[in-house]
T-cell receptor, first 115, second 111 residues
Framework: GAVVSQHPSRVICKSGTSVKIECRSL??????MFWYRQFPKQSLMLMAT?????????EQGVEKDKFLINHASLTLSTLTVTSAHPEDSSFYIC???????????FGPGTRLTVL | TQLLEQSPQFLSIQEGENLTVYCNSS?????LQWYRQEPGEGPVLLVT?????EVKKLKRLTFQFGDARKDSSLHITAAQPGDTGLYLC???????????FGQGTRLTINP
């Protein structure tokens, strides 16, 4: 149980384009999902908290207009990187919180490369 | 300022040796989690500790949560090459139950 999927696993795009990443909880409902970014050889940094049916809460320094988050259902959250630039290239990971309020289950990550 | 200080950041030892990874903070956490991450993959949850002083065992891995819920340790007994990976501690903070990650410990077990 507690499986989280992400799609796509890898994406390469040109600078200036937008990219959408999906995060799904496959066997449980998640009222809260989280989006993280991880640069090479670094730890995970929280970008935003996504709550079903309401606006996402962004961490300090994360541009909400650049990283659009939509949590349309209890099993799906999407992150759209708008007008992507090479510095946005990173490993994006989502997590979903299940019934246990302490535990987050992570997706396999999406490797974004912006040329 | 790093909320969670994880040490050591790199550790390379021989198969069969024991090791301990530490996760320290000046902040109190409602719970703390340990994850293991392989290259190109998401973190996989190993354990959640909630109660101060709690000790949990997962085969050769022993996790301890400090009495004051500010620190934690991961001890591996008789390390094996399959234990190689990035180990991350993460503390739960705030009403939103967000996770704050330590810097990670990159562990290499040499055969």
């Amino acid at each position: 149980g507690a499986v989280v999927s992400q799609h796509p696993s890898r994406v390469i795009c040109k600078s200036g384009t937008s990219v959408k990443i999906e995060c799904r909880s496959l066997d449980f409902q998640a009222t809260t999902m989280f989006w993280y970014r991880q640069f090479p050889k670094q730890s995970l940094m929280l970008m935003a908290t996504s709550n079903e049916g309401s606006k996402a809460t962004y961490e300090q320094g994360v541009e909400k207009d650049k990283f659009l988050i939509n949590h349309a259902s209890l099993t799906l959250s999407t992150l759209t990187v708008t007008s992507a630039h090479p510095e946005d290239s990173s490993f994006y990971i989502c997590s979903a919180r299940g019934l246990d309020r302490y535990t987050q289950y992570f997706g396999p990550g999406t490797r974004l490369t912006v040329l | 300022t790093q909320l969670l200080e994880q040490s050591p950041q790199f550790l390379s030892i021989q198969e069969g040796e024991n090791l301990t990874v530490y996760c320290n903070s000046s902040s109190v956490f409602s719970s703390l989690q340990w994850y293991r991450q392989e290259p190109g993959e998401g973190p996989v949850l190993l354990v959640t500790v909630v109660t101060g002083g709690e000790v949990k065992k997962l085969k050769r891995l022993t996790f301890q949560f400090g009495d004051a819920r500010k620190d934690s340790s991961l001890h591996i007994t008789a390390a094996q090459p399959g234990d190689t990976g990035l180990y991350l501690c993460a503390g739960v903070v705030g009403g939103a139950q967000k996770l704050v990650f330590g810097q990670g410990t990159r562990l290499t077990i040499n055969p």
